[in-house]
């Protein structure tokens, strides 16, 4: 983490929990909890349908209300999802793609992420890009090649300048929801190679100012560790984000 260069980014990813009800109730639980943290940027992505009331909650308050995913038409025949317009013109600033559960359960492929990535940020919205190995690929030694492949073909297009918008997410899926949390030596590594792949596309400056952050499995006591390491810029959080007490313990660690 190195918060003279580049922000430290601590997100939410509901994935699919919490109702509107349920979602007021929760940001006004953890908003005092986080308050006056301003060591990072605090976000939760929810369910498109869970977004207004979320937003409505978060009010006045330091925590920013993403989306989970985003199509990359601008509108027609696509049954079932959603545009990059639409989420602006509901006021919603950042956005998740890539995640490893639509690689897995809903066929996106690095192409279509790279549409999704392209329009998002064509439209102005911020894009929280996630990739990562899975344990296969892990335990075969390819790890750098796979993030490296990932990298590239995710961002193709994506110019310099748009680079200021993107925040990447390196989650290893074998650590996604399993309880296994990759070392922090393990996250070092794997962020440090993506950093070089982002310097090798964009030039040091570009690679040295771009977030990217540590997912799957991060919690109150293993967030400390991982924050600690040099190119870990931030997490992106599953299971404890939907538990106030523990959301805030993370968002402390990043102080
Ligand atoms: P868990 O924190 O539940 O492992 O989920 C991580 C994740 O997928 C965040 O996008």
């Given at each position: 983490m190195n918060p003279t260069k580049r922000r430290t980014v601590i997100a939410g990813n509901w994935k699919m929990n919490f109702t509107p009800a349920e979602a007021t109730a929760f940001i006004n639980e953890v908003k005092p909890l986080v308050?006056?943290?301003?060591n990072c940027d605090v976000i939760f992505c929810a369910p498109y349908v869970t977004i207004a009331a979320a937003q409505e909650a978060a009010k006045g308050s330091n925590i920013k209300i993403g989306a989970e995913n985003v199509h990359f038409a601008e509108k027609g025949a696509y049954t079932g999802e959603v545009s990059a317009q639409m989420l602006t013109a509901c006021g919603v600033e950042y956005v998740i793609i890539g995640h490893s559960e639509r690689r897995q359960y809903?066929?996106?492929?690095d192409e279509t992420v790279n549409l999704r990535t392209k329009a998002a940020l064509a439209a102005g919205m911020k894009v929280i890009l996630c990739l990562g190995e899975v344990k296969e690929q892990r335990l075969s030694g390819i790890t750098d090649e796979v993030v490296a492949m990932q990298t590239k073909l995710d961002l193709l297009g994506v110019t310099a300048d748009q680079m200021k918008n993107v925040i990447i997410a390196y989650e290893p899926v074998w650590a996604i929801g399993t309880g296994l949390t990759a070392t922090p030596e393990q996250a070092e590594e794997t962020c440090g190679v993506i950093r070089k792949t982002l310097a090798a596309l964009y030039g040091e400056e570009v690679a040295e100012a771009t977030t990217i952050q540590y997912g799957g499995s991060m919690n109150e006591k293993n967030a400390g560790e991982l924050l600690a390491k040099p190119n870990v810029d931030g997490g992106l959080i599953g299971g404890a984000s939907l538990v106030a007490e523990k959301f805030k313990a993370i968002v402390d660690a990043a102080q």
């Open positions: 308050a006056g943290k301003d809903f066929g996106e492929t």
